[in-house]
């Protein structure tokens, strides 16, 4: 006699997975996953980690004479398996209604060929976040050590890629990349979110940085700094409303200090300061100030919601 | 001469081992590790999810109609594979005592049998929470992206099966299981915490539920919120007592906000909402709203104990 | 006619680079990388935890009685790997300046010899680490479980190791070290930090303890705390100042509980307890005890900074 | 300074390539290789050989009372697989004129099918196979040894594939997976061959089957037999006609010794035997024997052709 | 609709197993596979070749001050590993008797801790044979050169390990451990063959040594050479008698040329020479010279018999 | 107590290499393997066959518009990779005398940059193989067959490499490169070996070519083929003499069968033909053909040398 039983197992497992198919009105056609794949995303991103960084973050054996063929033949690669996601990812959108294949795979191009241009000024943000952290940081001790080591560098790297696949409207392969930051580095930025220049994350776990988030120029912030929603608007029918602008606008050279939460479209004025651990709902001047005591008195008596 | 000298180092090594066992009152019987093993844990987790939600978390080549056939044979390997660590947990609980191999053969393959009978209830759970996660995140875009993105959900899964381990008497598998996924997504879910249907934890880092919580259905935590305990029993020996209910109870449809600290065995009443950062040791009544505002009366001069 | 003109793109990223390098004065010559390899690091931490701990974190199929051999095995192959580290590191620091070969290739095996030789009294702390979570956690069921799954612990062995790295003036080494950790458990710790025997940080989540802390024995922190620098001091000329003391002085037996923010060179005396989420600037005298409620007086209205 | 040039070899490796494709008249269009890949046949292979074969060359982990569902899982990811393989191969065949995608995709979907449904009689060819070895040499001990250390079985494995490859007209995979054997073995069968039952090929290295040899059942060779052509048919134009018989028929019964070589379309009549090293371009009667000495006489003055 | 019907086939397979395993008799108890591993054999046999050769076919970063650790962890490891799949060929040869696991178990540790004593034996021997190439091949350059590229060698390797497994009565072991080396080298030597120091084959592929040879030392053969069985014995109901003596003994001095077949109990005398392509089926005496020439008059009629 | 007493193990390898290392006049002094490694040779090869055939050898993904980039990268990271084993072979040579390591590292840059600069006509003659075997088989029925099927044309690749390496004076890498070749296909060509354009090899097992061997253009050769030494020179004291010329010298246009063997310095004319299994030591006139027939005469009665 066998061990174990399978049988009845597998066929209730069966079961609850028609229920849920039914309920999700899936065809019950046969076929394989058309969905995009972590795994190849990983793939994707490391490549183009090696592609913008080809002497850090590129193969070790590398040379600095030789990077163009590096990069030519690695930013080939990736992009036409970028390709393969994004049609994924567009087939998947389309999903429930007729689609023009050809047309489909048009806009795949030209997506991948816009996301390829946009490479270049990519790094060139990214070496003002370096920058930011090696100048904001007493401890860095060079370029690279902040390159190489530093959490909130990382979550940038990605943060900059997904953005871009965010605004060519692939939320999916957007999540995917932000998701594996957030997972080795505890920051979680949303994909939508607006990041000025020389932006410095220091230590990082526990950052959330919302979708409408608007982030200026040279702003620094610290771990477990929430800027998030107030409150989910919701249209006439009580349904949540999709893409009104509900997280902080922080202007340039504000610093925000750990454990500090920030909720809905307040904007924190250039230059300001604001305290760790400070609970904020309401905007602060340009150079203004703001310490955990400070921010008592302003709470309403209303339950703060996050997104 | 040699570049390093590495024998005194491998004899001073050698020593302080020797110390640890006598402390530890270890046999110094040679013999290999009779302990489960993370590495085959991690392998049978993976299997497990693919098993759950094979045309997600499968092999990337698989096609729905043929489903069964890569489960009952992806199950038969991984319940075989928990069967081994399940006889070396067994076997370690019973290290300092005789015990009948046969007997514990028994157990082992019930236990296993047991585990393998509440997949399909699992697989029902999850789908609740894969829903509530998409029903309550306005981002979401589908229930395929929270499944393979929301870090959350990656918690409960790991926590629904981890849950089965504990209640099965394993809690080493079961703290290896959850371990995992703290390790991936910051959320640090005790193997023990009873967990109803629905539940949603958006963005995660630094979640922390202790092992008697008890939670309801349609609950929703954010980031860095904690279900502590406020203080540790303790015997009329002054040595902590163990398994004594020590963690909230979240009734039905309660909401808690980013932040927010609640410790000791108070209860939130069905549907109410307790605000970001709040600091909560007592009991909050149905429908009630919570605030920090609020919450600073209520302190005790205590030094609140976490576990 | 090729999916992508690769071309341009690939004589921008150039643009870009030689525009950073120019702006970092870094030579054009042609070479390879130079640098610490974050992968090699791994791979010497991961041998490194097999020789400390044989029979826990060594590799599966190994037996008691031939420990000492693949420790010696292991040991001269990590202190190889990490020589040629240290050579890197050692060569980067220097790359400004004329140096002498040889000196440097006598000065990297000091450094490696005077590590290795570190390595009982390092075990000899983990151990006590190892027994004070096993103490301090009424859940911890074994030391092996402790030992095994206990975020904590992960980051406590890479911390003492890291740290021997930093006070052997390899701060790159070091900072690689620790944040591979901090990757898998969320705690950043920095090398330079000062810890005494018997040290435990449950959950874990957010912990951050900054360069000059200074912890005594016995002491416990739960998740999200921080040992945070105030302010940063600066020079006549406004620089900011490098290694002042600056983080809080933690004495022995100390238990802070989840979340509290210690900033500045404050004492936390002997035996005195924090209460989750304090906020603390000042000192706590030996057997104090600090809840929020306590503590919302003491703050100044200066923005808190931290490093 | 670089330390190689590499730019006047790549541009001497383009120019040399452009020369090839020139005279091959191969489109510069730019393209990915549409071939089919050895290292996909060799998966494809693999898994075709656990499937035939479960309980020896499957999973090491697999059970008997769980084969089907391994089998199932298997063959159905080794079908599509072998699906895309083909479709490379018909696609290749049709390069060089106008075809419609989808007949072509038809008729690679029937080719598989009708793959498939060949194997279960592959095993039961391979079964006889394997009796023959074990019968027919002393020195094995069981048929499990055979099947698992006899190159000649390696060999036949492979054969009885890629001879079903080659009926259905795909002679680049029939050819990949025939040379993954020789590769192993030194054995070199044609997928052409037509080969009976209980078919016995003992050490092996340097047998040599030609592409119109027929064998009868129980035919028993060694190593270094030769089955070869004795001349090229050539057309009128002087041009070498294909697939006409130019190979030997060894009918039922035959055994030829180690070296042997016979050449052209001669019949070695029922029970034969052929001595070692006998080189033989004539018929041999039913029950016959052939020895080197023999042979001699035969001999033509006429230089002797093989493929 | 499923591109293709996997049921039907999966059936006809399980058809064909079913037959075949009665055919043999195999019971149908569900179970997983008891059978030595080639697997696990190629890891022992790879780790067994660092513990013989450690600077040449040991890890690349070992060093010569350190190898005892690494031979005695390397031996363990492989030993225990050895030890496993002695048990596994030990049950299998019980499989059809009852059998006391004990006496088994201590049967299969004696049998490992024998093999492991004739290791240091196995390395002079093998040093033999290194220097017998280097002194016969006016093409080697040094030792190391034989030791790391002669395909020779490589099989002598294979074979002084395989004839400890024979003569310790583990047949499956030792043919798995020759035929890898088959597999790599074209030269196939039974692991019965006894063979003496200082011998040396050259090129080698096709080299068939079968089981009862006895060869003196200082022996040379070129590639294609075969000391095979004349004709297979038989009782006096027909069978194959097995164990009888019927390949050559070749004694001290020896060469013999490619292509050379020598088939039977003959013995080829001392310091004997044997030319290219002979067919040899009687003794030749010591000092003797034969040629293709003069082996064609020795012929007899009857067909030439090989194993 | 353990199973096995490793010590008394380790200790008598430890003494067999001692034994042998004194023999040897081996230094005793520690350190690492300075010897070219197997592993990075085959690294090394299997990149440059991607570089000389880019769409048939190289990466699946790639595609011929982003070739060059592919090549420049992954030639520039070959011959990096190939100028340390140069390095370690030309230390190797130098082992036993003093040498100046500056002008060692020269003598490394320039062999591998002429070795680089060779590739190119490597590759044209490559081509011309290819053709060769397509024309010659009328089996074949594309040149991609040919160049990823055929043995012998894999065969050619490394032997026109490995003969760079051999006229470079490298025979330590000529010898790894053409030995990878051998283990795969059976074919043993001597690095040494001068080959012409359009050379086939059919089918290829147990092929031999000798060190001196001289081949013309377009020329054909059968499996089992050996062009060998007839006897060694010796000199005025006995010792073989090395380098002089003693393999056959094979002209233009020649075919050689399955099974010849040539020894010895003969030459064969342009356009001859010798059949299969003849044994040939004396010339062969321009257009002439050998058959088995015709040799027998020829023979000397001296024991045939082959080396």
């Known amino acids: 006699m066998a061990v174990f039983d399978i049988n009845p197992i597998v066929n209730s497992l069966n079961a609850v997975r028609q229920e ?10 046969p076929g394989g996953r058309e969905f995009p ?9 490391d490549d183009l980690k090696g592609v913008l960084f080809p002497m850090r973050l590129g193969p070790l054996d590398l040379r600095q004479e030789s990077e163009d ?13 970028l390709l393969h996601q994004v049609r994924l990812e567009l087939q998947y959108q389309k999903r429930h209604q007729p689609h023009d294949g050809e047309e489909l795979e048009i806009r795949a191009i030209a997506v991948v060929q816009a996301f390829a241009s946009a490479l270049p000024d990519i790094r060139r943000l990214l070496d003002t976040d370096v920058l930011a952290a090696y100048q904001g940081d007493p401890a860095a001790r060079s370029v690279d050590e902040v390159l190489l080591c530093y959490p909130g560098v990382l979550a940038m790297i990605h943060h900059r890629i997904a953005h871009q696949f965010y605004i060519q409207d692939l939320p999916l392969l957007a999540r995917m990349s932000s998701e594996l930051a957030h997972s080795q580095t505890g920051i979680d930025i949303h994909p939508g979110a607006q990041i000025g220049a020389s932006f410095f994350i220091d230590h990082g776990t526990g950052v959330v940085i919302g979708e409408t988030s608007i982030i200026g120029e040279r702003v620094r912030i610290y771990q477990a700094v929430t800027l998030g929603a107030k409150r989910f608007p919701t249209d006439s029918n009580g349904k949540l409303e999709k893409g009104l602008p509900r ?3 922080v202007e340039d050279d504000v610093v925000i ?8 479209r307040v904007t924190l004025g250039q230059g300001c300061t604001v305290g760790g651990n400070v609970w904020l709902i309401d905007d602060v001047p340009p150079g203004g100030h703001v310490t955990q005591a400070d921010s008592q008195g302003m709470r309403t008596c209303d339950p703060a919601a996050e997104e």
């Open 37 to 45: 794949s972590p795994q190849a995303i990983t793939k994707i991103l």
């Open 247 to 249: 997280h902080p606008i």
């Open 20 to 29: 849920w198919r039914r309920s999700q009105r899936r065809s019950r056609e």
């Open 69 to 81: 063929f590096y990069i030519g033949h690695t930013l080939d690669s990736a992009l036409h398996a």
């Open 257 to 264: 200090y750990a454990g500090a939460t920030i909720l809905g």
